[in-house]
């Protein structure tokens, strides 16, 4: 890395091989997210990130949960929210569970041997830790509280990702319940005092003195996810980017109802109205609201997507990634 500067993996769409390439090749480090994809879905945008860049670049996996949920507040939350579905012509999907396809995902990126594998929603076990090291990757873990940052280390993780409550998308937290949430600099700061594990700092960082200032608290670099969510390279949709600036869209919140599990998005209709009664239950509410996500998206109805966004989301720039790269090098400079 040139510059601290990480584009954080967001799963849905958000990061592209174009994205990442272009984050690496400015001198920070892009990355891949390899949630809701298929082993071999993932395998393709690494290829073609290769292509489009020599410089280092990471993928994030999702660890697969193995929480019991209540089958009956589940149908109860999908006849609710059937209508809302129905209103852009698709129907609720089912309340499935899956395991992200993990084990080929795993097997494939110890073949692949990319520079930085990260993980969300868990710590894999030291076995697996050890495996992608051997095969010549740095192991990186998000955590988003202090007793999931000591479970990490012990793990043998080489980095910590600590996202701090201001983040966009899904909390990191190993399991899906409310966790005790902390804000990233006293985050940063009490992970510090009880490791030496070097941490990448994540959640609301916007511009330059975001970066410096979590630098300044004791990580090694910044994750920013957000802030490239506007770039032409950037696979959120248009009504996503256009919602981020959107004066409708002023406030941000966090909610199980669009995949039953704590995600920080824009506050719209959906998320007003569904918050207090989604259930605890990931990924089977996620592919319950999916597909009526998805078509919304394609017609421009912001009000039953998952807008994503960290609590910095106004101060997001519609500018090409190296523009932005190259911004954000020159606010950290000044500062």
């Excluded at 149908?75 to 209103?87: C, F, G, H, P, V």
């Excluded at 511009?207 to 994750?223: F, H, M, S």
């Excluded at 490239?228 to 966090?254: N, Q, V, Y």
């Amino acid at each position: 890395m040139e510059y601290p500067i990480i584009q954080a993996p967001m799963a849905g769409g958000a990061s592209t091989p174009k994205l990442a390439a272009t984050v690496s090749n400015a001198g920070g480090i892009g990355f891949l997210a390899a949630g809701y994809k298929t082993a071999g879905e993932m395998v393709s945008e690494i290829e073609e990130t290769l292509r489009l860049t020599d410089r280092p670049f990471g993928v994030n996996v999702f660890v697969p949960s193995k929480e019991v949920v209540d089958e009956a507040v589940l149908l109860a939350y999908r006849e609710k929210i059937q209508k809302e579905a129905q209103s852009v012509g698709v129907l609720i999907g089912q309340a499935t569970t899956d395991d992200d396809d993990w084990d080929s995902k795993i097997t494939a990126l110890k073949e692949l041997r990319v520079a930085i594998v990260s993980f969300t929603f868990g710590c894999p076990e030291s076995r697996i830790i050890k495996e992608l090291q051997e095969a010549g990757s740095l192991v990186a873990i998000s955590v988003t509280n202090l007793d999931e940052a000591k479970i990490a280390v012990a793990a043998g993780a080489d980095i910590l990702c600590a996202q701090g409550i201001e983040a966009g998308g899904h909390r990191a937290s190993f399991e899906n319940q409310t966790e005790g949430d902390q804000g990233l600099i006293e985050l940063i700061k009490m992970i510090k005092k009880e490791s030496n594990v070097p941490m990448i700092a994540a959640g609301g960082l916007m511009e330059g003195k975001d970066i410096t200032a979590v630098l300044a608290a004791g990580a090694v670099a910044a994750q920013l996810g957000t802030a490239f969510l506007r770039c032409p390279e950037s696979g959120a949709s248009p009504a996503h980017k256009a919602a981020l600036h959107d004066s409708r869209f002023s406030k941000t919140a966090i909610t199980r109802a669009f995949s039953g599990r704590r995600a920080r998005g824009l506050v719209n209709r959906f998320l007003e109205e569904y918050d207090r009664e989604a259930p605890n239950a990931y990924p089977h509410v996620h592919h319950m609201t999916k597909q009526m996500r998805k078509v919304a998206g394609q017609k421009e109805q912001p009000e039953l997507m998952a807008l994503w966004a960290g609590q910095g989301h106004r101060r997001s720039r519609e500018l090409p990634a190296s523009q932005l790269m190259e911004k954000l090098v020159e606010e950290m400079k000044s500062e």
